[in-house]
């Protein structure tokens, strides 16, 4: 199913996307301003949702570190937590930031720097 | 292959949806797109669709052609590649994993980060936060491992809770941006929340 769905679904990135970028403000802002009243029924959710990709992206590592190595899934475990070493270093918004979320590289600046002859 | 990509059995099936929208990516890209020009925004999107669609794509005719009619778990991915594709290609599938793993780590960390502020209310120094994020989950998930679970059931069971997030979401999202969206996006998005909100029932109906 992923890959029709993520051709489907994939337009609601710029829809989304859009929606963020026209207000000024990402969804959670908006929700924060517009949706005040809602805030004890939207937040647990929204935690449950969090917790539960987390945990699911650690597994995800997990198998790839025991992939990639041949160790046990309890040592790759501990090598997994390379992930938290990488998220609490990289600056905010920064290059390297941006490019491990990967989806929002910005070509269009490499694209700028190369015809300035950097 | 094209009935297998939008027919499986359940709650696999919920679980897919939500591992492909993602409602916390959702979440971050409407944060990380602010003073982005639009149309810059629109093209490059498209551009990371298109390419992560043939990835996909690739992955799927790969997975036809080499597991049809196994039962295969995750793990046994590459032993099964290697005497079909060659080394290199159980290599490269290795390497793509962590790399596709890292990468959706810190996109559910940095989502971790904004859904937690906007939970509590409190803004934290971002490296704190991050940390925070993941190890909060690292004791539930290593706990899962020693009970003697399999990580791609507990892979397939949180992205199963993605699936019921989903559409709360996704209709708190719609409902706010309905008046930026115009009449094809309110559409499109729509369409969206009613088709994974009927997933989300169909499998407790059929699971």
Redesign the interface.
């Given at each position: 199913?992923?890959?029709?769905?993520?051709?489907?679904?994939?337009?609601?990135?710029?829809?989304?996307?859009?929606?963020?970028?026209?207000?000024?403000?990402?969804?959670?802002?908006?929700?924060?301003a517009?949706?005040k009243r809602?805030k004890p029924l939207?937040?647990p959710?929204?935690?449950?949702?969090?917790?539960?990709?987390?945990?699911?992206?650690?597994?995800?590592?997990?198998?790839?570190?025991?992939?990639?190595t041949g160790v046990p899934?309890?040592v790759a475990?501990v090598f997994a937590?390379?992930?938290?070493v990488?998220?609490?270093?990289?600056p905010?918004g920064g290059l390297s930031?941006?490019g491990?979320?990967?989806?929002?590289?910005p070509?269009?600046r490499l694209a700028s720097w190369s015809s300035c002859g950097l | 292959m094209a009935l297998g990509s939008v027919v499986s059995r359940l709650p696999e099936g919920a679980a897919v949806v939500a591992a492909t929208i993602m409602p916390h990516a959702l979440l971050l890209h409407s944060h990380l797109t602010h003073g982005m020009d639009r149309s810059v925004h629109m093209w490059q999107t498209l551009a990371n669709l298109l390419g992560a669609s043939a990835i996909n794509a690739s992955m799927q005719i790969m997975a036809a052609t080499a597991l049809f009619g196994r039962a295969v778990d995750l793990g046994e991915a590459p032993a099964i590649l290697e005497p079909l594709f060659g080394g290199l290609a159980a290599f490269l599938f290795s390497v793509a994993l962590f790399a596709a793993s890292l990468s959706a780590s810190a996109v559910s960390v940095e989502a971790g980060v904004l859904v937690f502020l906007y939970a509590t209310g409190r803004r934290f120094p971002a490296a704190a936060a991050r940390l925070t994020a993941r190890l909060v989950n690292v004791a539930p998930a290593l706990a899962a491992l020693h009970l003697g679970a399999s990580p791609v059931e507990v892979l397939v069971y949180t992205q199963y809770v993605l699936s019921l997030v989903l559409p709360v979401v996704m209709a708190a999202a719609v409902r706010r941006s309905r008046r930026m969206l115009g009449a094809a996006g309110r559409a499109a998005a729509l369409a969206g929340t009613v088709f994974v909100t009927a997933m989300d029932l169909y499998s407790f109906v059929a699971g």
């Amino acid at each position: 199913m992923g890959g029709v769905a993520q051709r489907l679904f994939g337009g609601v990135f710029p829809v989304f996307g859009w929606a963020g970028g026209l207000s000024g403000a990402g969804l959670l802002d908006l929700f924060e301003a517009r949706l005040k009243r809602f805030k004890p029924l939207l937040a647990p959710p929204l935690v449950a949702m969090v917790l539960a990709t987390n945990v699911a992206e650690y597994m995800g590592l997990i198998i790839a570190v025991h992939l990639f190595t041949g160790v046990p899934l309890d040592v790759a475990a501990v090598f997994a937590l390379v992930d938290v070493v990488l998220s609490a270093s990289l600056p905010t918004g920064g290059l390297s930031s941006r490019g491990l979320l990967g989806g929002l590289w910005p070509w269009w600046r490499l694209a700028s720097w190369s015809s300035c002859g950097l | 292959m094209a009935l297998g990509s939008v027919v499986s059995r359940l709650p696999e099936g919920a679980a897919v949806v939500a591992a492909t929208i993602m409602p916390h990516a959702l979440l971050l890209h409407s944060h990380l797109t602010h003073g982005m020009d639009r149309s810059v925004h629109m093209w490059q999107t498209l551009a990371n669709l298109l390419g992560a669609s043939a990835i996909n794509a690739s992955m799927q005719i790969m997975a036809a052609t080499a597991l049809f009619g196994r039962a295969v778990d995750l793990g046994e991915a590459p032993a099964i590649l290697e005497p079909l594709f060659g080394g290199l290609a159980a290599f490269l599938f290795s390497v793509a994993l962590f790399a596709a793993s890292l990468s959706a780590s810190a996109v559910s960390v940095e989502a971790g980060v904004l859904v937690f502020l906007y939970a509590t209310g409190r803004r934290f120094p971002a490296a704190a936060a991050r940390l925070t994020a993941r190890l909060v989950n690292v004791a539930p998930a290593l706990a899962a491992l020693h009970l003697g679970a399999s990580p791609v059931e507990v892979l397939v069971y949180t992205q199963y809770v993605l699936s019921l997030v989903l559409p709360v979401v996704m209709a708190a999202a719609v409902r706010r941006s309905r008046r930026m969206l115009g009449a094809a996006g309110r559409a499109a998005a729509l369409a969206g929340t009613v088709f994974v909100t009927a997933m989300d029932l169909y499998s407790f109906v059929a699971g």
